[in-house]
């Protein structure tokens, strides 16, 4: 019996948080793969149009081998390149509000990234059912419940809805919104950083004093890290870190916190 289907993707966290958001469909993810593919036939006719100038000059050789190389970047390294660039979207991504993360909800890094997108050439590959021809990407698509594909498998990556991220509990520290729209969509933190980020801004019966005396000793070492300048303000620095390392490239969106507990 095939598992039943779980649209909604759920982490937890050292401290039993349970960040929750919506997994994208076979239509949704297809449609947006559609928009890429026009997008490259537009980037590959616009580029083959230039080149035809060395045809022009008598140089028909160095042309074909510059449409070569980009038939071979286009299919294989299109895709790797936007998630890097912008946090596990492609222009279709961006169109459809999808985003590529990793199954602990981090962002995709390079090899991730690199290892999903190689395995596509597998996921378009045909087996013939006549009288039907069927692509081994969706048939994996069809039998997992959380509609990854044979690359995610393998990287160990799930494409989400690119929407604020609900929590279960409130945080004590407010990110410095500032800060937050200036930082990278992909930061340099290993697990024992986001946990120890994680406990800090959970910390709600610490008094504001207290929470920002420790993040004045902490801050300066993420600040240096991440070749920033000295916050102003230590603890929306270190809840800004929190917050984009959850939930990159968008704001996360926070439960009101009970009455009477103390925030930032």
């Known amino acids: 019996m095939a598992p039943l289907v779980d649209t909604v993707l759920e982490i937890d966290t050292p401290e039993h948080l349970a960040f929750r958001t919506r997994i994208a469909g076979p239509a949704r993810r297809m449609y947006a793969w559609i928009l890429d593919l026009l997008l490259r036939a537009v980037i590959y006719m616009v580029v083959v149009l230039a080149l035809g100038i060395f045809s022009v000059a008598g140089a028909d050789g160095l042309g074909m081998g510059l449409t070569l190389l980009l038939v071979f970047l286009l299919d294989w390294f299109y895709f790797t390149a936007w998630e890097l660039l912008t946090g596990g979207r492609s222009a279709g991504k961006m169109a459809l509000k999808l985003r590529v993360v990793r199954h602990d909800g981090l962002p995709v890094g390079w090899r991730e990234s690199l290892l999903r997108n190689f395995i596509r050439a597998a996921d378009i590959t045909m087996l013939p059912f006549p009288p039907f021809v069927l692509f081994v990407g969706p048939m994996v698509m069809a039998l997992d419940p959380q509609f990854r594909r044979l690359g995610d498998l393998v990287a160990g990556t799930v494409v989400v809805v690119d929407e604020p991220v609900t929590m279960g509990r409130a945080v004590a520290v407010t990110p410095e919104e500032g800060l937050l729209s200036e930082l990278p ?80």
């Open 185 to 264: 969509a992909s930061l340099p933190l290993d697990r024992t950083d986001l946990e120890a980020l994680e406990l800090f801004v959970h910390r709600e019966h610490m008094s504001p004093a207290r929470q920002e005396e420790l993040a004045e000793i902490v801050s300066p070492f993420y600040a240096d890290r991440l070749s920033l300048p000295r916050p102003r303000r230590a603890t929306g620095f270190l809840g800004a870190l929190w917050a984009r390392a959850q939930d990159p490239g968008r704001r996360v969106e926070q439960r009101a916190a009970p009455d009477g507990e103390e925030h930032a």
